[in-house]
């Protein structure tokens, strides 16, 4: 098996927060029947391998190589859950912990999937709008404050850990006392602003009811991206997909704390346990240009690193490969060459580059690409 460049195709995950248009589109792909299409996977992971063709077969990518990382295009159509992810440490721990309570994998109430953390950087490739770790505790107190339903939490504002904590571990009634009064509290507003956190708990009143994962909206920080700008999820960092779309790598994991919006299994101990209350300002992420037609997106995770490839037309660029590859063609036409094989990528198509290859990048229109490897 010689090493080289090999067209790959991702898997497709039909997750029911997906839009129906933007990654069909991207695909080329007719969805008459308006099914949800989430995430489109680049990668090896278990629950959908990515396939090389080679020698004109089509086999799964586990089969030539194993990767760090997990590159994805996403649709969010519908806000996401609240979750947060263990460190590498907390992972180890909680898998082996749950494998000698003799908890099946695929069990719903499992928590720790595998032994391993889940950093994650996403680059926006539209408005893009998420939660992202908690507001300083002066924040907080003017939240609840100016909100008369939230009024009634002000005697329990203390410092961040026991808020949250007693804002999870309140009981139904008293929960369910103070969101009817914010929902009623929100009839009477204009809520059509998305860099307004009413907005979104508009929304989730109308998808989930009266969830405690409503209470975050608030306290979390609420940031608004724009096209190209990227922001990183460390361990411990609650955080949550609003609505946009966008490029998102993350190190191989299915480790998940939840927190609310969500049918899915939440243990707040858990949760809580390993969450990081640390108030943050939400750190936004620029390229950095390598060169005329390359920017890196620099992060600290030593599984992955994003990089954005902007040819103009009839343009070219030599690149080395000093680790697996998976390239992805958000637009444009693009031919690549190496040692002498040759093949085209357009908009939705990818291809795979094994490490130790050298190969040059001509496009045939202007193109833009988005190339995942191991720093």
Same mark, same amino acid.
């Given at each position: 098996?010689?090493?080289?460049?090999?067209? !790959?195709?991702?898997?497709?995950?039909h997750y029911a927060w997906g839009g129906d248009t933007?990654?069909?589109?991207?695909?080329? %792909?007719?969805?008459?029947?308006?099914?949800?299409?989430?995430?489109?996977? !680049?990668?090896?992971?278990?629950?959908?391998?990515?396939? &090389?063709k080679q020698q004109d077969k089509w086999i799964n990518l586990d089969q030539l190589t194993s990767l760090p990382f997990l590159l994805k295009i996403l649709d969010v159509n519908r806000m996401l859950s609240i979750q947060s992810h263990p460190s590498k440490a907390q992972a180890?721990?909680?898998?082996? $912990?749950?494998?000698?309570?003799? &908890?099946?994998?695929?069990?719903? +109430?499992r928590v720790f999937k595998d032994d391993n953390h889940k950093p994650e950087l996403m680059v926006a490739l539209s408005d893009f709008w998420l939660l992202?770790?908690?507001?300083?505790?002066? $924040?907080?107190? $003017?939240?609840? +404050?100016? &909100?008369?339903?939230?009024?009634? !939490?002000?005697?329990? %504002?203390?410092?961040?850990?026991?808020?949250?904590?007693?804002?999870?571990? !309140?009981?139904?009634?008293s929960c369910d006392a103070i969101l009817n009064e914010l929902s009623n509290y929100l009839q009477t507003l204009d809520v059509s602003d998305k860099n307004e956190p009413h907005h979104w708990a508009a929304k989730a009143f109308d998808q989930y009811g009266n969830d405690k994962g409503i209470f975050s909206i608030y306290f979390y920080n609420l940031v608004h991206l724009k096209k190209g700008e990227a922001i990183?999820?460390? #361990?411990?960092?609650?955080?949550?997909?609003?609505?946009?779309?966008?490029?998102?790598?993350?190190?191989?994991?299915?480790?998940?704390f939840r927190a609310g919006l969500t049918p899915k299994h939440i243990d707040i101990d858990l949760l809580l346990s390993h969450l990081d209350f640390t108030p943050i300002v939400p750190t936004v992420i620029q390229a950095q240009k390598h060169n005329s037609s390359l920017s890196v997106y620099k992060s600290p995770a030593k599984?992955?690193?994003? +990089?954005?490839?902007?040819?103009?037309?009839?343009?070219?660029?030599?690149?080395?490969?000093?680790?697996?590859?998976?390239?992805?063609?958000?637009?444009?036409?693009?031919? &690549?060459?190496?040692?002498?094989?040759?093949?085209?990528?357009?908009?939705?198509?990818?291809?795979?580059?094994? #490490?130790?290859?050298?190969y040059a990048l001509s496009s045939v229109a202007e193109c833009s690409l988005y190339r995942a490897i191991v720093p």
């Open positions: 098996m010689s090493k080289g460049i090999f067209p !790959l195709k991702g898997a497709v995950q933007f990654i069909p589109s991207l695909l080329g %792909i007719d969805n008459a029947s308006s099914t949800p299409f989430a995430e489109y996977w !680049l990668g090896v992971h278990h629950r959908g391998a990515a396939q &090389i180890e721990i909680g898998f082996q $912990q749950e494998n000698e309570k003799g &908890i099946p994998l695929d069990a719903s +109430h992202h770790g908690f507001r300083s505790l002066d $924040q907080i107190k $003017q939240v609840c +404050h100016n &909100i008369p339903a939230f009024q009634v !939490l002000e005697s329990h %504002i203390t410092d961040i850990p026991s808020f949250y904590s007693y804002l999870m571990n !309140l009981d139904t009634d990183y999820q460390e #361990a411990g960092i609650p955080h949550a997909y609003l609505q946009g779309q966008n490029v998102e790598i993350m190190a191989n994991s299915d480790n998940v599984e992955f690193e994003v +990089h954005h490839i902007a040819l103009k037309a009839k343009q070219q660029l030599t690149l080395n490969s000093t680790s697996p590859e998976c390239c992805f063609c958000m637009g444009g036409e693009v031919t &690549i060459t190496s040692e002498g094989q040759k093949m085209t990528c357009s908009k939705g198509t990818s291809f795979f580059v094994e #490490a130790g290859v050298s």
